[in-house]
């Protein structure tokens, strides 16, 4: 048992070691490898790049809803918008999501999922298709995620190609209102670092979960600094 826990904990350390060599695109959101049962959710993201002044421009927003289907399987819908220069948002693809929690939270040595999504865009018949492998380890009240992802896109039949990203949250569960943390995400350009805080909030039956972190492009001359906010409703 030590020394497959041993393989583990080192193959873990040998995919983040490799995440300055592979990626796609970069900041988004970090998976979790567990699936509320009897619970129906609905999210709303934004990734934005802050200038020199930093006045944010919402650029990339996702609205999504999404419901159990067992105790191990969650599927949620997604409708994918930008903001145009008279500040309404023009929506630009549709996503389904579908998250299977393979391992009991605590079974093994680190907790593993997997996430399968469809995206198709509207204008030039593009298809995304990404499979990502999700693992997480709490140390105490510290938990690390990993988020290994490999993606597959095609348009009109002509282009095909493979991209791969992987992200990094260790963040410290200070009390379930407030969780601070490091990020790292990575696409083939930029290496992404930065700090998070999130936590969930009760509201009844319900609870309200939100996030909200900086990520700074490290990897190139450019300065460039994303800031990323998400809320979500369970139900």
Known sequence: MLKIRLIISTS???LFAAFQCIAYSAVDKIYHPYVETNTWEVETRAISELDNELAANLSVYRLGIGKDITDNLFVEFYAIGN???????????YEIEVLYQHTE????WADVGFLFEIEQKKENSEWEGNFAVLIEKEFG???????????YVFINDQKHKWEFKQAFQYRYRYT???????EVYIDQNDVFVGVILLGGNKL??????????LQQ???????????????????
């Open 12 to 14: 873990i350390i040998l």
């Open 83 to 93: 903001k145009d220069n008279s500040h309404t948002i023009d929506i630009k693809a």
């Open 105 to 108: 939270q605590g079974e093994h």
């Open 141 to 151: 009240k510290w938990s690390a995620t990993l988020n290994l992802h490999q993606q």
């Open 176 to 182: 379930p209102t407030l969780e601070p943390g490091i």
């Open 204 to 213: 009844g039956h319900s609870k309200i979960n939100w996030e909200i972190g």
């Open 217 to 235: 492009a490290i990897s190139n001359t450019e300065e460039k600094t994303i800031l990323r906010m998400l809320l979500e409703w369970e139900f």
